[in-house]
């Protein structure tokens, strides 16, 4: 169990295993490890696992300030990790089809940061 914002949520963790390609692995570990934000974009992905959600929502429950939750779906989505239904406020994203795809590896990534939080 990871911990976010002072609020426990119990993170999806499927492990498949599968080749995955080396550039999606780079890709998922700068998203969700190496630049800023990382840790706000592992929220967002794991509620969007569960259900899908618009950036009001989202914001709410993650506990995020809207326009920066609008900032890391625009990265997500640039990145084809999120999809998206509908117009403008209406807008609810999810998981994209390539995200499915590769989920192994941000399950991946969830343990590796676990077992980091975990050694601290």
Known sequence: MLQWGGKNQHLIVKTIKAKTNPET???FWFLFVGSRGSDSRIRIMSVLRKRPG???QLSRELGMDYKGTQHHIKILK???LVKHVGKKYARTY???VFFEANESVFDEIL???EMRI???
Request: proline share 0%; net charge positive; charged share 20%.
């Open 25 to 27: 692995k780079k890709l």
């Open 54 to 56: 618009n950036t009001n």
């Open 78 to 80: 640039e990145n084809n």
């Open 94 to 96: 999810l998981v994209s």
């Open 111 to 113: 343990i590796k940061l």
């Open 118 to 120: 975990g050694n601290n």
